[in-house]
């Protein structure tokens, strides 16, 4: 793969996102004891006044912003703002070969009893959207994306909440760097409730007019996060908007009911794992197809977009016909080498025609495993963390279902930052996120974890990201 263009600072053996932030790293892993817990002091802070404004996942999870930024050279971040623009135009070209392409389909055969669902597009395009691309910096330089979320990503309001109460803090950190950068604004952060105002635009752009009545869409109740923040969002437009289980919705003639109001509008919060062979789900799956109900995302998004498979489509060579030169350029440049887990013959990482399940078992540590359509970093197994006799069998369990994606493991860059419970300054992984509403990048999000998982549900930590000009 080639290297991409970005302004890496080689230091102590690690790598940094541009010469600010090495600086800042610096500072936090040669502190002295007094500015440790002076940190800790203000990172203890950060948490109370952040629970004290409700920024929290649900009841049961605090937001772990923390004190500690990412920042980002705004030319470089220009350029990830141009690739995630153009992969966001690419994925409805994915839905065309997916309709056309039997070869395509191979790779998303779990959704075959859906298929006539999910290829009933509404006419808007692009179709998604609401997403986050998430990415890691791998030690070469490339950023690399790992994960699209077309489906219902989080911190959609947090992020851009948590930075704002962020910067309104004192901090020690940015004290101590003591550098007057010049910033670029981002409109997560800068607008409130940016992801209502695209909900808006994206219904006024199929129908018209504004919706009347909004419903957060859930199953069996396992994704709740910022539910509160959309329905007061929405409240603040004159929009009513409730959080519901699908199966409070009926379907009538052309349209979907909710205790007899008809809806407009819905946002989906569901593991769509639940919904492909689902009794409960097909009448309201039926009903956003035939386009009785505005969905964001489409169920083309919720599936094809979502599931890891795709990145297997891009970076497959016998695929490559599909695309247009520049396409493949950034491909080559944004994803890292993935193929869907199934007995025979693929390329290897080296070039080779090689049997895929024997490549993998003879390469451990350079791999991971992935269910193509998990979230929350569930079921994913890192070679080099597991016995060589524990990866033997993941890779034929992978292999018996086709349900699972082999990718490189990409060594993130490593930065020391507080805990945002306890304010003690460790070394963790880092990654970057990208935001793209309606076709357009509308900022950032970094995450810091001790383990290579960045869930924040699993210890990890929301780094507000600075993008600077240097």
Request: proline residues 6%; aromatic residues 8%; charged residues 25%.
């Amino acid at each position: 793969m080639s290297k991409v263009a970005s302004p890496f600072q080689q230091d102590r053996g690690g790598l940094a996102l541009c010469p600010y932030d090495a600086e800042l790293d610096a500072l936090l892993a040669q502190a002295s004891a007094a500015e440790r817990e002076n940190i800790a002091k203000a990172q203890r802070e950060l948490r109370s006044v952040a629970l004290a404004n409700g920024l929290q996942f649900d009841a049961n999870h605090a937001y772990p912003v923390c004190l500690r930024p990412t920042i980002i050279d705004a030319d470089w971040a220009g350029q990830l703002k141009a690739a995630g623009e153009r992969f966001i135009r690419v994925f409805d070209d994915v839905l065309e070969l997916y309709r056309h392409d039997a070869e395509v389909r191979r790779l998303y055969r779990g959704y075959e009893p859906v298929r006539d669902l999910l290829l009933a597009a509404p006419g808007f395009r692009p179709l998604t959207r609401i997403c986050r691309f998430d990415g890691l910096v791998a030690p070469d330089g490339r950023y690399l994306i790992l994960e699209t979320n077309t489906d219902c990503p989080a911190n959609l309001f947090a992020s851009g909440m948590a930075t704002r109460l962020w910067r309104s803090l004192p901090n020690p950190i940015l004290a101590a760097w003591g550098r007057d950068v010049e910033l670029v604004p981002q409109p997560i952060v800068e607008t409130r409730n940016l992801f209502i105002s695209e909900m808006l635009d994206t219904y006024r752009a199929d129908k018209g007019r504004d919706p009347s009545e909004v419903r957060i869409v859930n199953y069996n109740g396992r994704f709740t996060s910022e539910t509160d923040l959309i329905i007061q969002g929405f409240g603040e437009r004159g929009i009513h908007c409730e959080f519901i289980d699908l199966r409070e919705l009926e379907r009538g003639a052309g349209c979907l009911t909710h205790r007899g109001t008809r809806i407009d509008l819905v946002y989906n919060k569901w593991d769509l794992r639940d919904l492909v062979q689902c009794p409960d789900a097909e009448h309201y799956l039926r009903a956003v197809a035939a386009g009785d109900v505005v969905s964001v995302n489409p169920l083309a998004c919720q599936w094809i977009y979502a599931d890891k498979s795709i990145l297997a489509l891009f970076s497959e060579p016998r695929f490559g016909d599909h695309f247009s030169p520049a396409d493949r350029q950034m491909f080559q440049r944004h994803v890292p080498w993935t193929r869907v887990v199934a007995p025979g013959r693929s390329i290897s990482m080296e070039g080779e025609d090689v049997d895929l399940c024997d490549y993998l078992k003879r390469h451990r540590t350079r791999f991971l495993l992935k269910p193509t359509n998990a979230t929350w970093g569930d079921g994913i197994v890192i070679g080099n963390k597991v016995p060589d006799a524990d990866w033997q069998r993941a890779v034929d369990t992978a292999a018996s279902n086709s349900a699972y994606v082999a990718q490189e493991y990409i060594q993130g860059h490593v930065v020391h930052c507080p805990d945002p419970a306890t304010g003690e300054i460790t070394p963790r992984i880092a990654d970057l996120n990208t935001f793209i509403f309606g076709g357009k990048a509308v900022g950032f999000l970094s995450r810091a974890n001790q383990s290579p998982i960045m869930s924040l549900y699993k210890g990890g930590a929301m780094l507000p990201v600075m993008v600077a000009r240097h």
